[in-house]
């Protein structure tokens, strides 16, 4: 069994709603082989919880807005570390980038396919590690001055 057609809009829109927020690291897996509740995760992180809090408010507003679908759940919106938005079709999961590293869903459901994603998607791999480093470097920075 693979991911539908509709579970394949749904994604691309909501990962190009996340790029368009500036998200870290968005990917998605066709999980409908080794699930039967949905048919793909996408996987979304940001460096802070507002910048969380702004990335799944975008995705479901943008999904609503261009293909009528609303989160049958939410959950995670009080301490914006980790967001869960069910769809059915598809979960999106848009964690803080400490949570990402701790839980590593990517190790946990690495055997799944990957699913294609929008260019602007696709550009943000690898922007948490970028991010980390610039941080390192500010801080590096800091003590230097003092």
Request: glycine share 2%.
């Amino acid at each position: 069994m693979t991911a539908t057609d509709r579970s394949l809009e749904l994604i691309n829109t909501a990962a190009q709603a996340a790029a368009d927020k500036l998200a870290h690291d968005v990917i998605a897996y066709d999980v409908s082989d080794v699930l039967s509740i949905t048919d793909a995760f996408l996987l979304a992180s940001a460096p802070n919880d507002r910048q969380v809090k702004s990335i799944v408010d975008e995705i479901e507003e943008r999904l609503l807005k261009d293909l009528g679908a609303k989160p049958v759940r939410r959950e995670g919106d009080r301490e914006a570390r980790w967001v869960l938005l069910d769809y059915v079709d598809i979960v999106v999961h848009v964690q803080h980038s400490e949570e990402r590293v701790f839980y590593a869903l990517e190790r946990l459901w690495k055997d799944c396919p990957e699913l294609e994603l929008p260019a602007d998607a696709k550009a943000t791999r690898g922007k948490a590690q970028e991010h980390a480093k610039l941080q390192s470097e500010d801080a590096g920075d800091f003590r230097e001055v003092r």
